[in-house]
């Protein structure tokens, strides 16, 4: 099946930093989405993108899909911005639609 | 436009009971998937439904887990006997139609076995 990877596991920043984090994956996809899970656990949309670059206030995200990676930017964090990051993307071959998940980017906001 | 509703948010059960969890998808949509997370892990696609049908069973347990999505309610996800391992997050998705389209994710259902 298709992997995704993403970078960096780990992240932590100061308040008013600016970040990217990496999804890589392994095959041609139809669907592209970027979530934000939140300390309490809440999944959140932040982009559909299976390919081309969209803006939403602080974020961004950029997917190249040739090459088979996106981006998702985050300027000016702030601590509200903590929490895992996922990306998780619907493969081109399968029949049905379901998603799968990179093992995500742990980000840390500091005061 | 009320978002995915899922019930409950939490749930203990203990080893052998049977744990029912309920997914009401967006107003309009009619495509549910369940995924599972597991403690400190990403999540994993269990089941695809679209109205009264069974899409993609690919990522459910041969035993003990069921799922369905009948023509009236909501969708259910159904765990029989269930076992310490069981205890994870389970969210729910829905998407309006099949394909290139955001799946939107409900708050989950927290299970805990004890």
């Known amino acids: 099946g298709i992997q995704v990877e993403q970078s960096p596991p780990d992240l932590i920043l100061q308040e008013g930093a600016n970040s990217t984090l990496r999804c890589n994956f392994s095959?041609?996809?139809?669907?592209l989405q970027w979530f934000h899970q939140n300390p309490w656990g809440q999944l959140i949309n932040l982009f559909y993108i299976p390919s081309g670059t969209k803006q939403n206030g602080r974020l961004s995200a950029t997917t190249v899909a040739t090459e088979r990676y996106s981006l998702l930017y985050i300027s000016s964090s702030q601590t509200t911005d903590s929490g895992v990051y996922f990306c998780a993307v619907e493969p081109k071959e399968t029949s049905g639609s379901r998603l799968t998940f990179g093992e995500g980017t742990q980000l840390t906001v500091n005061p | 436009n009320a978002g995915v509703m899922q019930n409950p948010r939490h749930l203990v059960r203990r080893r052998g009971q049977e744990a029912r969890l309920r997914c009401s998808p967006m107003?309009?949509?009619?495509?549910v998937y369940w995924y599972r997370q597991l403690p400190e892990e990403g999540l994993k696609f269990m089941v695809y439904l679209q109205k009264e049908n069974i899409i993609d069973e690919s990522g459910m347990p041969k035993e003990r887990f069921s799922a369905e999505f009948p023509k009236e309610g909501p969708s259910i996800l159904r765990i029989q006997q269930v076992v310490r391992g069981d205890s994870a997050a389970y969210f729910c998705?829905?998407?309006?139609?099949?394909?290139?389209?955001?799946?939107?994710f409900g708050p989950g259902t927290r299970l805990t076995v004890l």
């Open positions: 095959d041609s996809v139809n669907n």
């Open positions: 998705a829905s998407s309006l139609l099949r394909g290139s389209y955001t799946q939107y």
């Open positions: 107003k309009g949509h009619s495509h």
